[in-house]
């Protein structure tokens, strides 16, 4: 079946970095696009960015530009989030989901979510 | 950039109520609307793009209308297992932005 299956837990210091993992089966992932999304804790969805699986092509969230880095590796259909310089409202959980091959559409397929603790 | 906001952001229902509700975009975004449902310690899912279309696998006693700046979201026979909360998001224009969610509750 088609899924996303994420990279686990993380728990950071400020000024640290993160790669969160996206690993998709059951499609053709140059197919797609993937986008992330993060979840603070009580708070709504927040898109950081997508990255097409085709060519690599990204869109980030201006408030993180500079700090977020999509890439994805094809020959194990993963997707990667990397994001620096962390700090204390970084903490949330991160989503990937599947988008659109050429620009973002409806996300219709998501991973489970990784947890992102960024703590001193 | 866009701005979605969504109304309510909270209300109480009772199962087997129709349930409407109301996404609107600070600037026209077409019909390039989805609409998700998330639960609890859950990742969301899908339940309409293109602001009409149903997805895969989603009861149809969901449904969504609008185009522009003006979306509803409709259940229309409430069930226990649709207690969650509801985002609408455009996709119209960078950056996809996410409403702040309406928030179903039991009565």
């Known amino acids: 079946q088609v899924q996303l299956v994420q990279s686990g837990a993380e728990v950071k210091k400020p000024g640290a970095s993160v790669k969160v993992s996206c690993k998709a089966s059951g499609y053709t992932f140059t197919s797609y696009g993937i986008s992330w999304v993060r979840q603070a804790p009580g708070q709504g969805l927040e898109w950081m960015g997508w990255i097409s699986a085709y060519n690599g092509n990204t869109n980030y969230a201006q408030k993180l530009q500079g700090r977020v880095t999509m890439t994805t590796d094809t020959s194990t259909s993963t997707a990667y989030m990397e994001l620096r310089s962390l700090r204390s409202d970084d903490t949330a959980v991160y989503y990937c989901?599947?988008?659109?091959?050429?620009?973002?559409?409806?996300?219709?397929?998501w991973g489970q979510g990784t947890t992102v603790t960024v703590s001193s | 950039a866009i701005r979605m906001t969504q109304s309510p952001s909270s209300f109480s229902a009772s199962t087997g109520d129709r349930v409407t509700i109301t996404c609107r975009a600070s600037?026209?975004?077409?019909?390039?609307l989805a609409w998700y449902q998330q639960k609890p310690g859950k990742a969301p899912k899908l339940l309409i793009y293109?602001?009409?279309t149903l997805q895969s696998g989603v009861p149809s006693r969901f449904s969504g209308s609008g185009s522009g700046t003006d979306f509803t979201l409709t259940i229309s026979c409430l069930q226990s297992e649709d207690f969650a909360t509801y985002y609408c998001?455009?996709?119209?224009?960078?950056?996809?932005?996410f409403g702040q969610g309406t928030k179903v509750e039991i009565k």
């Open positions: 600037q026209g975004i077409s019909s390039y």
């Open positions: 989901a599947r988008d659109g091959s050429s620009d973002p559409g409806g996300m219709d397929v």
């Open positions: 293109a602001a009409s």
């Open positions: 998001q455009q996709y119209y224009s960078y950056p996809p932005a």
